[in-house]
């Protein structure tokens, strides 16, 4: 007999089992907008979870953004790192990449590149030369002003910040100043998960 489970990365719909009550639950907080934390041990399949709710959630209205935080390592990385995600959940094409990144994102300078298969990518860096004010309350903000502007529902999934922040460069409270600003202003028309 063949082994149902599937050892790795995250599992999508063919691999995932049972959960169906909280794959529930999480697809309501959703769309209610909510916002809520999912903790656990490692490898317990939180991130699995969480992708496949927001991936059944319905189509119309409702548009997911998964941000990744495990590689970011500041302010500045959860910025343009951010901002990418967002900016991929809604466009496309490179053309209107560029122009929600010149609405939403004023003081990030977008650039596009092409992916293996001709797909548009955008990255984000940061316009100023000094960079004593990054612009976090932008991209705070963007997910609720995006939803207004395209009158939709904007659900934010991202994992926790990764624990490199505590360097000895930045000291742990370069970690949780970020982190705690990220939590009290991500409060949007949008639903926030957090992924722990
Ligand atoms: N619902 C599920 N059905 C079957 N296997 C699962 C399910 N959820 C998780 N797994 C298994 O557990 C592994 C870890 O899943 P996942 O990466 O979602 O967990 P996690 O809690 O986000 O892990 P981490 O703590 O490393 O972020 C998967 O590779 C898969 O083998
Ligand atoms: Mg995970």
Redesign the pocket.
Known sequence: MLNP???????GRD?????STELRDLARAMQQGERLFVY?E????????VRLAMEELPKAGHVPVYVDLWPTDGEESFITVTAKALTEAFETSAERMLQLAGSFFKRLLPVLTVDDQGHPQVRFEVREMKRESLPLEEVLLAPARIAEKRKCRVIVSSTSFNGSLNTRATGSSARYAVQSRVRAKWRTSSSEVE?T
Request: aromatic share 14%; charged share 25%; proline share 0%.
């Open positions: 489970f599937r050892y790795g990365g995250v599992v691999a995932f089992c049972n959960r656990s490692r490898r317990l399949g939180k991130t699995s979870l992924n």
